[in-house]
């Protein structure tokens, strides 16, 4: 990987259409798959775990925008994996290891100090992607 290199999310996300419910008092959100289905292919109802149609639709609208974030948080980390490869790429080219040990630790002191000890383990996930191979 070079550095004109780029990174693209692809999510599987699924746009959320709404339909009227059998006593028309309400909505349901459906999940119309991301693979290109027409949107007036059959879906099956999204289990939201509401017990009313107004906790349902912002529960609905809610995942809709964790989907977005969760789609452009992939891109982020695509985007962070390549910008490693060219750090690890000009290290070893220059003689130095592919892994910093000392960079490692800083980034899990950072995470760990803005996220708590879950911060950690999310650390150690992004620096085993990001390692790679090169």
């Given at each position: 990987?070079?550095?004109?290199?780029?990174?693209?999310?692809?999510?599987?996300?699924?746009?959320?259409?709404?339909?009227?419910?059998?006593?028309?008092?309400?909505?349901?959100?459906?999940?119309?798959?991301?693979?290109?289905?027409?949107?007036?292919?059959?879906?099956?109802?999204?289990?939201?775990?509401?017990?009313?149609?107004?906790?349902?639709?912002?529960?609905?609208?809610?995942?809709?925008?964790?989907?977005?974030?969760?789609?452009?948080?992939?891109?982020?980390?695509?985007?962070?994996?390549?910008?490693?490869?060219?750090?690890?790429?000009?290290?070893?080219?220059?003689?130095?290891?592919?892994?910093?040990?000392?960079?490692?630790?800083?980034?899990?002191?950072?995470?760990?100090?803005?996220?708590g000890k879950p911060g950690t383990q999310l650390a150690m996930t992004l620096l085993e992607l990001c390692r790679g191979r090169v």
């Amino acid at each position: 990987m070079n550095a004109s290199s780029t990174a693209t999310a692809t999510g599987s996300t699924a746009a959320a259409s709404t339909n009227a419910n059998a006593t028309g008092t309400g909505t349901i959100k459906t999940a119309t798959p991301a693979t290109g289905a027409s949107p007036g292919a059959a879906t099956a109802p999204v289990d939201s775990g509401a017990r009313s149609p107004e906790a349902a639709e912002v529960i609905g609208g809610a995942r809709e925008r964790i989907d977005a974030l969760d789609d452009r948080i992939i891109g982020l980390v695509q985007e962070r994996m390549a910008v490693s490869a060219v750090v690890q790429e000009a290290r070893i080219g220059s003689g130095g290891r592919r892994v910093h040990l000392a960079r490692e630790m800083e980034v899990l002191s950072h995470y760990r100090d803005a996220l708590g000890k879950p911060g950690t383990q999310l650390a150690m996930t992004l620096l085993e992607l990001c390692r790679g191979r090169v």
